[in-house]
């Protein structure tokens, strides 16, 4: 089975959702972001600060296209890998995309926590309102590419363990009809 990518937002749930998602599929799994940092032995932030958004956006892009031939694979995406070149032609064409939505309001409450400000250096330092507003802005933006994805699925209800659980459940059964209509089954 090619690839599944899933894309969204910041704290759309691309890694907590995926990791279960790859369990009760039976697939391994990749955060893209953990995969480029261990690749080259270096944190996102540092790899901006280092090659700009440009010269990241082209390691993204590299490491993508390396991932696109991986086989029975959940890969997490960061939030803005569908959004440079033609990321998302590249992953419609190499797997199965699930744009993972959540209202504004949610996303906002998830990513106003400590800990999600914590690692996401982008927000660290924002206030309610900035984090707001840098939310709005960059989502309308961005919706255009995630907008592409061959799958639209909301993520509101994964604030607990179970429930992560049973979201996961109902996209896989998601998955397995739309990969049986694929191979006419």
């Excluded at 039976?26 to 032995?41: A, M, P, Q, S, T």
């Excluded at 507003?133 to 363990?161: C, G, P, S």
Aim: hydrophobic share 35%; aromatic share 10%.
């Amino acid at each position: 089975m090619k690839p599944i990518f899933l894309i969204g937002y910041m704290g759309s749930g691309k890694t907590t959702l995926g990791r279960v998602l790859s369990r009760q599929l039976g697939y391994d799994f990749i955060d893209l972001d953990l995969f480029i940092e261990n690749r080259y032995h270096k944190s996102i932030k540092a790899l901006f600060a280092e090659h700009g958004d440009n010269g990241f956006r082209e390691i993204e892009r590299r490491i993508l296209n390396e991932v696109c031939d991986f086989e029975n694979t959940i890969i997490a995406c960061g939030g803005g890998t569908p959004c440079f070149f033609d990321n998302m032609e590249l992953m419609n064409s190499h797997g199965l995309t699930i744009y993972l939505h959540i209202p504004i309001e949610r996303l906002f409450k998830r990513l106003t926590k400590p800990s999600a400000k914590a690692k996401r250096p982008v927000i660290a330092n924002k206030s309610d309102e900035e984090l707001m507003e840098f939310i709005r802005k960059n989502l309308q933006a961005r919706e255009m590419h995630y907008q592409k994805a061959v799958i639209y699925f909301d993520t509101t209800n994964i604030e607990t363990a179970a429930e992560t659980e049973v979201t996961a459940a109902y996209l896989k059964n998601i998955i397995e009809k739309y990969l049986e209509k694929e191979n006419g089954q």
